[in-house]
């Protein structure tokens, strides 16, 4: 048989193991994007986290989807499945990325001379994460200069709290415009060196107009991630709206970058430390910020929301979490904060920000599960299904902190992945588990958390999951409650 024959029978028999794998039927030109049509769709985009789940129970460990016009993706569920993905990304791992961003970026090279860190691939996306991660290390670790003004920034938040709530019931609605706030006065602060002032009771206009854009920018991502990709060819209201946050977020951003350089170069700064390394262009610095902005409010915020809203639904949690905090309430050290980071983790197991990572591989991969797939297939790996398993995690709908300081070494280390793994995964992690260690360490010695009512919290996924509607929380005094 000569080359052409043997590549075409490698070809067809690489189709013919995709073939095998369930999965609802695929519909020639829409493939399954049938299954999300308004109205009539068995699915909704906005409760994609939900439909994913939905997969797993009527399709089995491994499920096939065919998205934008048929091209395949594969839904996984097994952790054991997921470590042999993980250990097989090789040096650039590569994850469906956000095309559009690229395309938006890429097409305006006045501004933008990458598409950054979280957009690139190949050694491209190498050379940017080899600069700013180590740094991000070095400002966010447990080590960070940044911990005494995030203790301050923690105090803002506490102090906001209480200037918001109701004198009478001492409800604070929508605790959810709280926690932006602070998740950008702290981002911002990590960045630029600078406070916003956003945990003002008046914030600055800025602060609105950026965490407007930034609610905006999540809409638009689902829309295009998810949807047919008629962005390509035209510019679709989602596309606009895209152009719309990520031009409001650049030019905000880009007034304080340069303030920040010229009265503040000596500040102790990512924005410093990037300039003073000098390995980066001052376009690919400016991109760099914006990305840490946009990727670092969001998630922060609706992490630190769902875990506020189990923790007042959780009197004996937060009563540990209280005794943690007073014992240590000198010197801050998250090494010393164990409750407080199982809390955390429990927060992801139950309601993860982002529910699923995805990696698109090198070579073919043999899964444990029993499928051989392709290279170039996407991979969805949803941890959630494992996270909500009742034969890995004992009444797996309760939050029990405590589950993690006793049987961590038990559960299964590919099962909850809320920052991703390996060299690409989330480079804002340290960062984020000492804001929101810090947060709920200083909120809790001075408010009691508690339930404004009983009804559960609904989903909805808009790129990341958050909640689908006002969160309102009571924040009585801690030493009014004794
Ligand atoms: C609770 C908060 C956060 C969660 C749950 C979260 C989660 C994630 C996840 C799951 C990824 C994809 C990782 C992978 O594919 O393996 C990611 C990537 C990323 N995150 Fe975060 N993140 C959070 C906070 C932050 C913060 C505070 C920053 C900025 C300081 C940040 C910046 C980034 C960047 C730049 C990437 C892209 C990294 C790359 O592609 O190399 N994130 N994040």
Redesign the pocket.
Known sequence: MGWIQRAAARLVSRRGDLARVPGPPSVPGLGTGYLYLPVVGRYKLLRLHEANLAKQALYGPVVKEEFQWGKPVIHLYDPEDFRAVLRQQGKYPM?LVNEFVRKYRLERPLLYESAG??HETGPE?HRL?SVVAPL?LQHGGAKSPHIQSQLKIAEDCVELLRNLRDPCDQVVEDIREVFYRLALES?CHLCLGTRLGCLQRQPPRDAVVMIEALKEMFVAYQKLYYGLPLWKYMQTPAYRMLGHSESTLYETIMRYIDEALTDGPERNSLLTSLVRQNRLSQKEISTTIV??IA??VF??TH?LVFLLHHLAHSPRAQARLLQEASATSGEFRLDMLPYNRACLKETFRLTP??PC?VRILPDDIALPSGYQIPAGVPLFLHFTAPCRDPQRFESPEEFRPERWLTSSATTHQFCLL?????S??????S??ELE?AITISKLIQELEPLPFDNEPMDLVQKFIVVPAHSIHLRFPDRAACK
């Open positions: 994850r860190v979280a996306w994460r991000l981002i990305d840490f990727g670092g998630t922060v992490t920000t982002v990572i809320p920052f991703g793994y390996g690409r995964m989330c480079s804002g992690r960062y984020a929101i």
